[in-house]
C-alpha cells in the first residue's frame, strides 16, 4: 500500500474488531447518522425522500450500539433465479427451514450482485448464492408467496455466500447480522447495456463470473416501487430475520435468459452453488438504479422441524 493510499483511509473500532474506512468518506463523517441534504447534492443520488420516511433508531447490537436501518442512496442490483431440486436444497438448509418451491420437487436458489456506490459504510461490492425459503412462520399460501418472490415483491431467504469487498461491511454482515461474509477481490459493473461481475478467490481467480445483457428498463418514481426481503440467519444459536427495502428506479426482467454467461470457478460461491445442483436459469432481474434500507436483525420465532 503506498502512502497516499495509507493517508485515504482511517482505522475505527467496530464491536472490539479495528476496520479500516474512507478517511472523509460518510462513515467517517456521519457514523450512520448521516446529513440528509447534503447526500441529496451528491450527482450520483436522484432523490432522498424514501429516506425521509424512515427516521433511524439507535439499538444495541453484537458490534456495539449502532443506528438503523443502514442506508444505501445509490445502488445497482443483478439477481439470476435458477431451478434446483429440492432435495439438494434441503441438505444445505437448516432443518427449521423449507424451501419455497415452484412445483413438487423444485425449487428455488438464486445468484445474486449488488454494487452500493453511496451508503453510509461507504462504497462497496458483494455477492450472494441463496435459497429461496417459506416464510419461518406461515400458512399454506406457497403459490402466493412464489408469484410475490418473483415478482421481487417480497421474497424470504436463506444465504450460503455472502463475500464483500470491504473490511467494515464484512464485520458488520458477519459480527452483526450472523451473515457468512468474507472478504475479496469482488467487481460489479451495471449499466443500461451490459452487466459484469466477478469475484475473486482465494488465489485471484474467479471463483464466480457473469456477463449478459442488461434487460430493458423501466422507470419508476421513488416509493412506487418498495420490495422487500427478509433474509433469516443465526447469531449466538438464536434465529433472527434482517429485513431490508428496496426502492426500485430503475430496473428490467428477463425470463429464460439465452444471452446469460455464468461461469463457475474454483471457490466458496460456487461451490455453494454446485451443492445445489441448479437446473435451468428462468429469470434474470437487474436494477440499474435503485435505493436500499437495511434493517438491524431482530429475534424471530422459528418452528423446529426435520429436514
Known sequence: MSSSQKDSIIKVDLGGRTVSVPKGGLYDRYRMDPNIEEI???????????????????????????????????????????????????SRLPGELKPLEIAPGLGLVS????????????????????????????????????????????????????????????????????????????????????????????????????????????AHSSGDRVSSLTSYTQINGAWHSTLSQTNVLNAGTTRVPRDLRLKLGEGRMSDDLRSLRPMRTIQFDVMTEGQLALHMPVPTSVPRRIK
Not at 439499538?59 to 429440492?86: E, H, K, Q
Open 40 to 90: 441529496a447534492r451528491d450527482p450520483r443520488v436522484s432523490g432522498v425522500d424514501f429516506f425521509r420516511q424512515l427516521p433511524k433508531i439507535k439499538v444495541d447490537s453484537p458490534i456495539g450500539p449502532t443506528l438503523t436501518p443502514n442506508f444505501y442512496y445509490s445502488i445497482s442490483t443483478a439477481r439470476i433465479t435458477m431451478l434446483a431440486p429440492s432435495s439438494a436444497i434441503r
Open 111 to 218: 445468484v445474486m450482485f449488488f454494487r452500493y456506490d453511496v451508503c453510509d459504510i461507504d462504497f462497496y461490492t458483494e455477492a450472494a448464492v441463496g435459497i429461496a425459503v417459506k416464510p419461518a412462520r406461515h400458512g399454506k399460501l406457497g403459490f402466493f408467496d412464489l408469484v410475490a418472490g418473483l415478482k421481487n415483491e417480497h421474497l424470504d431467504s436463506y444465504v450460503l455466500s455472502l463475500p464483500v469487498s470491504t473490511e467494515i461491511a464484512q464485520v458488520r454482515g458477519h459480527d452483526g447480522y450472523g451473515f457468512p461474509k468474507w472478504v475479496t477481490g469482488l467487481d460489479v459493473e451495471i449499466d443500461d447495456d451490459r452487466t459484469v461481475a466477478r469475484v475473486a478467490n482465494d488465489a485471484g481467480g474467479i471463483d464466480l463470473a457473469l456477463q449478459a445483457p442488461t434487460p430493458k428498463q423501466s
